[in-house]
């Protein structure tokens, strides 16, 4: 029993990163209006950036959270540019095979550059634990929640307190409204885009940090878990997308204390198969609001 109570917290903390790069997913699906496979990409490169940020500089873990952002960030751009600003009145499986091709092109390019093998993270946050009870909690995994907790917060501020929030769900909920309204569509489409990419690359830092490694192949299944949260979401609504992602984390850990480690993705996606069974709409309602 203390062992599935552990495996319970590790899901909740998994969970928490799984929410933070659907919640990136789907603000990029939101604003933009076009479905993503670069989104696993962004994310590796988001890691890989924090990565050799802490070689260079020392282990800052904030200067990592700007390095993954930025690098995201700026990814976001050339995806933005490259997959989608040339295509907004093209059939939308035009994007779809661009933003694929795009996916396998940086994959390639990060495994020259990189290197195919994994590299072990450095240890940038205090490895002790807290018990309480028979519950053990890392002081990594309260950073994790706090720091996907903080991020969540600030960007739903941004959404329903701000201007540039308010293009941003304009935008996303009737682009041809929002041109009539003054506002540079594409511009504002471009920025939505750039910053599910660069909460998508927090969230690979984190993860990095979380399993102590990272590897320039890594972002294929991730992006799938970020999709598949998204799903959950209804591939919009940044809610319940989060909470998609929890629940995946969840299912992933509570699986792997009855079987092996390696059926991990198995029990992943088989719940979401079967959500998708009983509930096509996801948990989101079937009339929602974007972003």
Not at 107 to 132: C, H, T, Y
Not at 252 to 264: H, W
């Amino acid at each position: 029993m203390d062992y599935v109570l552990n495996q319970i917290i590790n899901g909740i903390c998994q969970g928490a990163i799984y929410a933070l790069m659907a919640i990136g997913y789907s603000v990029v699906v939101g604003v933009v209006g076009m479905v993503t496979f670069t989104h696993g990409e962004v994310i590796m490169i988001g890691s890989f950036a924090a990565y050799y940020v802490f070689l260079m500089a020392g282990k800052n873990l904030i200067l990592g959270f700007f390095s993954a952002f930025a690098a995201s960030w700026i990814l976001g751009i050339l995806v933005y540019k490259i997959c989608y600003e040339r295509f907004f009145n093209a059939p939308r499986h035009i994007s779809l095979l661009c933003t694929i091709g795009f996916s396998i092109l940086i994959k390639n390019l990060a495994q020259i550059v990189f290197g195919p093998n994994q590299k072990p993270m450095l240890e940038i946050v205090d490895p002790r634990f807290f018990s309480l009870g028979s519950v053990r909690i890392s002081v990594l995994q309260i950073v994790i929640m706090i720091t996907v907790v903080v991020l969540s917060v600030s960007l739903s501020m941004l959404f329903n307190k701000t201007k540039f929030g308010i293009m941003l769900k304009a935008v996303s909920q009737d682009k041809s409204a929002a041109y009539l309204m003054g506002i540079n569509v594409r511009r504002t489409a471009m920025l939505g885009n750039c910053l599910g990419c660069g909460l998508g690359g927090i969230g690979g830092l984190l993860l990095a940090i979380y399993y102590q490694m990272l590897q320039a192949t890594m972002g294929g299944a991730l992006g799938m878990k970020a999709f598949a949260s998204s799903v959950m979401g209804g591939l919009t609504d940044v809610r319940f997308s989060a909470l998609g992602g929890m629940i995946i984390g969840i299912v992933e850990n509570v699986g792997i204390t009855i079987s092996s480690a390696s059926f991990r993705d198995i029990f992943a996606f088989g719940f979401l198969i079967l959500v998708l069974i009983i509930r096509p709409q996801g948990f989101a309602a079937k009339v929602q609001e974007k972003v």
